[in-house]
């Protein structure tokens, strides 16, 4: 049986809730050939995550998200996008979902299969996923070539991508090298933006985008066609063997700090506590930055 269930968070405990569970759905999502063309029985659980306090003043359906609606998307969907495996239903649905209902800010989405082909007693087997937008900020830069195109066409990859939204740029400013090596004047800037990719997600896209423009990983600090980095993925911070977060130079980069401070001038580093302002006030204070024109 379908339900439906609402849950307001008190103020500083978290994201309001819309919670749905028991959606029955009837699709083709399997491995097997008989599943594709005979379909079966799937049920659908979701938590939505959205501020509501704007919903619950004015009482207006246009401030909040429409659970009838999301209940026809998501059984739309199931029907109109088969696949071999639960993983990916449930991870296209849920991007699917956040792309579609522009106030949710996330979503817990799992979806079982309660006549899955086990030969054993079973109740069902299901698969749960979380998915929800995160604010990012990168650095992008070029030296070679036409450098204001590079920088167009990262941006337009950004753009394009389809768990990304909200791609904005700050101006672009010409700086001195960094790092020693002797090359081009760089143009360079900073790019806000939300996505649902992981932050190891996101630096793989990053990579690639690098790669369709040309860049090669010959020389550190060396000269590329176009340059992406990470700077601050919400306030995480972490440390693996390919990434660290927040950029763990990015104190000492006028380059990356300069154009960051139009963007989100108070956005305080989640280690250091310093906003993004002070920062480039104590970089400045320095002196002898090779800011470039």
Not at 173 to 183: A, E, I, N, S
Not at 229 to 239: A, G, H, P, R, S
Not at 264 to 273: D, E, K, L
Request: charged fraction near 25%.
């Amino acid at each position: 049986m379908l339900g439906v269930q609402i849950i307001q968070k008190e103020e500083g405990k978290g994201m309001d809730e819309i919670r749905i569970y028991g959606l029955e759905c009837y699709a083709y999502h399997g491995v097997y050939e008989e599943e594709k063309k005979k379909g079966q029985r799937f049920v659908i659980n979701a938590t939505l995550y959205q501020n509501m306090d704007r919903a619950s003043g004015t009482d207006e359906i246009t401030d909040s998200t429409h659970y009838g609606q999301v209940c026809e998307f998501m059984n739309r969907f199931m029907q109109e996008n088969p696949k071999n495996l639960l993983e990916a239903v449930a991870g296209s649905m849920a991007d699917a979902v956040l792309r579609s209902f522009p106030l949710l800010q996330g979503i817990d989405l799992e979806i079982g299969k309660p006549e899955a082909p086990i030969p054993l007693p079973f109740q069902t087997v299901s698969v749960k996923l979380h998915r929800s937008w995160h604010k990012v900020y990168l650095s992008v830069g070029s030296n070679m070539g036409d450098k204001e195109k590079w920088i167009g066409d990262g941006i337009a990859a950004l753009s394009k991508h389809p768990r990304i939204k909200e791609v904005e740029t700050s101006r672009l400013l010409w700086t001195k090298p960094y790092g020693g090596v002797r090359q081009e004047d760089f143009l360079n800037g900073v790019i806000a933006l939300q996505t649902t990719l992981s932050p190891e997600e996101l630096l793989d896209f990053l990579h690639q985008v690098e790669k369709a423009a040309g860049r090669e990983r010959k020389i550190h600090w060396g000269p590329r066609t176009l340059d992406l980095d990470i700077i601050f993925y919400d306030k995480l911070v972490m440390e693996t063997e390919d990434l660290i977060l927040p950029h763990i130079d990015m104190e000492n980069r006028f380059f990356v700090l300069k154009p960051l401070s139009e963007m989100c001038p108070n956005f305080r580093h989640p280690v250091t506590g310093q906003t993004v302002s002070q920062m480039l006030a104590k970089l400045e204070s320095q002196g002898d930055l090779d800011k470039g024109e």
